[in-house]
């Protein structure tokens, strides 16, 4: 008895041509299905009928040796790939996967990524979209710049139609959007067993009309397609059901394989192969949309959902009963008169652009008009939730996973760390147990570059013990965990690998001080002698002060957060010891000789250090450095940008009296000075502030004298100099300088004589009460 071929031509993920495909099943009940899915997922793919595996979830297929090497393959709830394979795990068919497997694909010469294959080799609007396509380049998609309105257009055109097919037929039929007339003729239809006999037609019509040729890779896969079909033929299954995309179901015809079967077994022979394995991972339906540039992804993925899970009489109702209810936990008016009212211009709309059934642009376009007044702001989380989506999959634990991945889960799941779609704040607080593990786990994360968190700034006294993270789990995220598997089989392995291997790569100070702040934070205990041991060897051998400046603040970090992390920090603090004294003692000689770009940058990394410093509880540390800090402000052949500077902050911490400080201006606006000189002094005296000169009358008096008894030809040169000075200023900063200049009191005597004491001490508790005093 000879075998009966059906062909299934899908749009992936559309829910029309599920809903149509399962009825062709019934209809049908084949005991083959072969799949246009990759060859080496068939094994995967067979669990898709385990009840814990909830979709939007992909297939992942890689290259267990270069995971960079990596194919994505969606799969949602409504995709008919997925409904096709739980079918036959229900009616007990065989299940064939019949694409070119990845193990070949990723061994051709120049293959790209496929991060989201499943779309690939048909337009990205075209319903030939199947499970595991390449997209076409952006170099492939640009038209050629040509001369003439008319021939632009023409180019524009054929490139359209040669990588969108559909809208040719959307053209056709008076629409200018192939997505739209599909959706319209296809997607919203309840399901019709017959519809693939017509779409065959339609995608063979279309083939010969455009006759455009196919990409190498795509020869590939069609010609491996077709002789597993030929082999599977001869197996001897009564009824064989073939889903592939609608865009090859035409050179799929059982009247066509035998004149292919030369020509098939000659491309594909000699193909070199690669290892692969294959394993599931959570999707979002954020990046099923194909606004994340997923090339087979659809427009409205909840949208898609609720059509196929709703009968098509109430699915409108559904949708604008379900927008309602959101806009009022949004504390928006949105009451059943204008649900109702909403349904009724969805259908209104509908009936005027002859539809059957309103689409999600009618829904979004009556929703705008009664929930939002006619503003479509208002109506932004009602796109983001019911029209793109925010549902993450879930994959169950026993799985085919890395040990990393297992590991990795596990304490998620201690941790009460589940990962979302949604991007959330996390608020820690490290003197509690949990939250410091939670800080562990992300900080850990971030050294292997799987950035789930992202570390926000904390002000306040609260900044010591607190940290706040920004949190969302993407999908791709997974790749990087496979990733990371290559320096050990826990979170913790892992991440202490990877800092000793960035620690022996590293070549200066400052990067090895960071990673050990990195890896303190991450409380990698492992790997701190090795960081610690690789700082030593380097700084021995240092002599550069700017790595010094640099590798210092992170060190400092280290033993002020050390207690608060309850790691041990001593081997730190021997570091740090040996670290200053070599600092102080280089750098006043490295402060002269630089130009005013050096100079700006030395600056940067002494503010930085001298902060730190500053935290440091050894007094002779402190004396050292102030020490260093009167050299540069004294030291004739100093930069006069780090001279002011190094007078500024000595004045700020009380280690210079205001007449010494006058002195030191004096000095550097002294006649003999060079113009430059004292202007680039003044701009890193006054550096961020004006307060000094606001109320030190004497510093006023000598920037004031020095700056009168310029001739008009320097003055017109200075100006602009000492303008850099000043912009950092407040306004009512300079707002007192200049009533100062003009010979006024800094501070109006009216607001000091307003200022009634009695009062402003009675809010004294209350203010000690609110900064924690």
């Known amino acids: 008895m000879p075998t009966e071929l059906r062909l299934y031509g899908i749009r992936h993920h559309g829910p029309g041509s599920t809903a149509s495909l399962l009825k062709a099943l019934d209809e049908f009940r084949p005991d083959m299905v072969l799949l246009e899915c990759p060859a080496d997922g068939e094994k995967t793919l067979a669990l898709a009928a385990n009840p814990a595996l909830k979709p939007p979830v992909a297939l ?10 990596a194919t994505f393959l969606p799969f949602a709830y409504f995709s008919p790939e997925w409904q096709a394979a739980l079918w036959c795990q229900q009616h007990g068919a065989h299940l064939r996967c019949f694409d070119l497997p990845m193990t070949l694909r990723f061994a051709l010469p120049d293959t790209v990524e496929h991060e989201l294959a499943p779309a690939a080799e048909a337009p990205a609007k075209a319903p030939a979209a199947s499970p595991a396509a390449t997209e076409a380049t952006a170099a492939e998609v640009v038209a050629p710049a040509t001369s003439g309105e008319a021939t632009e257009t023409l180019v524009i055109e054929e490139t359209s139609l ?5 809208a040719h037929l959307a053209r056709l039929d008076g629409y200018t959007d192939g997505e739209r007339w599909w959706e ?26 455009l006759a455009q040729p196919e990409s190498e890779e795509t020869l590939l896969r069609e010609a491996y397609m077709r002789e597993t079909l030929r082999t599977t033929l001869k197996q001897g299954y009564q009824r ?6 609608a865009w090859h179901a035409p050179v799929l015809r059982a009247e066509q394989l035998p004149d292919y079967a030369k020509a098939d077994k000659v491309r594909l022979k000699g193909l070199k192969k690669v290892p692969t394995e294959a394993t599931w991972v959570p999707w979002t339906y954020e990046r099923l949309a194909r606004q994340s540039g997923y090339g087979a992804g659809v427009l409205s993925p909840a949208w898609y959902e609720l059509l196929f899970q709703e009968p098509h009489e109430r699915v409108v109702t559904h949708w604008m009963v379900r927008a309602a209810h959101l806009l009022r936990a949004q504390q928006i008016d949105a009451s059943s008169a204008h649900a109702i009212e909403g349904v009724r211009l969805a259908e209104a709309l509908a009936a005027v652009r002859g539809l059957a059934l309103p689409g999600i642009e009618e829904l979004e376009e009556a929703a ?6 006619g503003y479509a702001e208002a109506l932004e989380l009602v796109h983001q939730q019911l029209v793109i989506g925010e549902k993450l999959g879930e994959v169950p634990a026993e799985l085919p996973a890395s040990p990393l991945q297992q590991d990795l889960a596990l304490q998620q799941k201690a941790l009460r760390l589940k990962p979302e779609a949604l991007s959330k704040t996390l608020a820690l607080d490290l003197r ?34 607190h940290e706040v993270w920004e949190l969302q789990w993407r999908p791709e995220m997974v790749l990087g965990v496979l990733e990371a598997g290559r320096w050990g089989n826990t979170v913790l392995a892992a991440a202490s690998g990877a800092a000793h ?19 303190l934070r991450a409380d990698l205990g492992p790997a701190l002698p090795t960081l610690v041991s690789r700082l030593e060897t380097i700084s021995a051998g240092t002599r550069d002060v700017a790595h010094l400046l640099t590798a210092l603040p992170p060190l400092v970090n280290v033993l002020r957060y050390g207690n608060v992390r309850r790691t041990e920090t001593t081997q730190v603090a021997q570091v740090v010891h040996h670290l200053v004294p070599r600092l102080c003692i280089s750098l006043p000689l490295a402060c ?7 100079a700006s940058q030395l600056l940067e990394r002494i503010e930085a250090a001298h902060q730190a410093i500053r935290l440091l509880p050894d007094p002779a540390e402190q004396t050292d450095w102030q020490a260093a800090l009167h050299a540069i402000a004294r030291q004739p052949a100093s930069s006069g940008l780090l001279a002011g500077a190094a007078t500024r902050l000595l004045f700020d911490t009380q280690q210079l009296t205001p007449d010494d400080t006058a002195t030191l201006l004096g000095l550097a606006l002294a006649p003999a000075q060079p113009t430059d000189y004292a202007t680039a002094w003044i701009e890193g005296f006054l550096r961020g502030s004006g307060l000094l000169l606001i109320h030190n009358r004497t510093l006023f008096d000598l920037l004031d004298a020095w700056l009168s008894g310029l001739d008009e030809a320097v003055f017109q040169e200075t100006v602009p100099l000492l303008r850099r000075s000043f912009a950092d200023f407040s306004q009512p900063e300079r707002q007192q300088v200049l009533a100062l200049a003009v010979g006024g009191p800094a501070v109006p005597a009216a607001q000091a004589a307003d200022v009634d004491l009695e009062r402003g001490l009675r809010v004294l508790p209350v203010l000690r009460e609110l900064l924690g005093v």
């Not at 992942?60 to 090497?69: E, G, S, T």
């Open 60 to 69: 992942l297929v890689y290259n267990p040796k270069q995971h960079a090497q």
């Open 368 to 373: 705008v008009s009664i929930f939002g007044g």
């Open 432 to 465: 509690k147990d949990l939250d410091l593990g939670r800080s562990h786990l992300l900080h850990r994360l971030q050294l292997l570059g799987i950035r789930w968190g992202k570390p926000q700034r904390v002000q306040g006294k609260s900044g010591t013990f």
């Open 240 to 245: 064989v059901a073939v889903v592939c995309g």
């Open 592 to 598: 002269t000789g630089l130009d005013r770009d050096a």
């Open 162 to 166: 040669r990588f969108d097919p559909i």
């Open 184 to 209: 319209a003729r296809m997607e919203h239809s309840a399901g019709h067993a017959d519809t693939f006999g017509v779409v065959l037609q339609m995608m063979t019509a279309l083939r010969e009309e």
């Open 501 to 519: 291997h960035r620690a022996q790569q590293a070549t200066d100070l400052g990067q090895v001080s960071q990673l050990l702040e990195e890896a």
